[in-house]
T-cell receptor, first 111, second 112 residues
Framework: DTEVTQTPKHLVMGMTNKKSLKCEQH?????MYWYKQKAKKPPELMFV???????INESVPSRFSPECPNSSLLNLHLHALQPEDSALYLC??????????FGPGTRLTVL | GESVGLHLPTLSVQEGDNSIINCAYS??????FIWYKQESGKGPQFIID?????DKRQGQRVTVLLNKTVKHLSLQIAATQPGDSAVYFC???????????FGQGTRLTINP
């Protein structure tokens, strides 16, 4: 299995909702990442997990809460988001210092 | 500071022609570079990589060139096909920092 999967593909939520994005990989990678990508822009790093521990938080607002339950799974919990948080959220994984494999993303719309 | 940028935001080439996409980077500490292809509605897809101890690497129809003197990276695609139409991002890593930094991207359009 050489792919990163993400669910859901699309998500529409209100500003008072709580939702979660999920990411899974079975390549044995020990680093996992969340990126945010706005239209016509490059992906921007949000969080990095190494060996299931948060190693990088790029000053992301607390309404985004990452979680790494085990080495194959990565979640992003969303609460009280703003319309400007609408974007494509990408998950990636890698061996610790190597190319990153990206999932297809979750297209998030905040109303 | 760290920045990776591209010279041209859009590029159009005729099917069958060769294309060259350029990228400039400013962090001399970067030691690993990757080109990604992103099609509409999909995540970035790895194309080819190169480490800083190399100046050229070839794949299938793609070649990456690295010029560390002028901090320049390029992606050459030979005999372009309609399926090559996408946005291409260069990205750099300082492997000690574990952070992948993307350039702004070039939209490549292949004309029939």
């Amino acid at each position: 299995d050489t792919e990163v999967t993400q669910t859901p593909k699309h998500l529409v939520m209100g500003m008072t909702n709580k939702k979660s994005l999920k990411c899974e990989q079975h390549m044995g990678h020990r680093a996992m990442y969340w990126y945010k990508q706005k239209a016509k822009k490059p992906p921007e790093l949000m969080f990095v997990y190494s060996y299931e521990k948060l190693s990088i938080n790029e000053s992301v607002p607390s309404r985004f809460s990452p979680e790494c339950p085990n080495s194959s799974l990565l979640n992003l919990h969303l609460h009280a988001l703003q319309p400007e948080d609408s974007a494509l959220y990408l998950c990636a994984s890698s061996r610790i210092v190597d190319e990153q494999f990206f999932g297809p993303g979750t297209r998030l719309t905040v109303l | 500071g760290e920045s990776v940028g591209l010279h041209l935001p859009t590029l159009s080439v005729q099917e069958g022609d060769n294309s060259i996409i350029n990228c400039a980077y400013s962090n001399s500490a970067s030691d690993y570079f990757i080109w990604y292809k992103q099609e509409s509605g999909k995540g970035p897809q790895f194309i080819i990589d190169i480490r800083s101890n190399m100046d050229k690497r070839q794949g299938q129809r793609v070649t990456v060139l690295l010029n560390k003197t002028v901090k320049h990276l390029s992606l050459q695609i030979a005999a372009t096909q309609p399926g090559d139409s996408a946005v291409y991002f260069c990205a750099e890593i300082n492997q000690g920092a574990q952070k992948l930094v993307f350039g702004q991207g070039t939209r490549l359009t292949i004309n029939p």
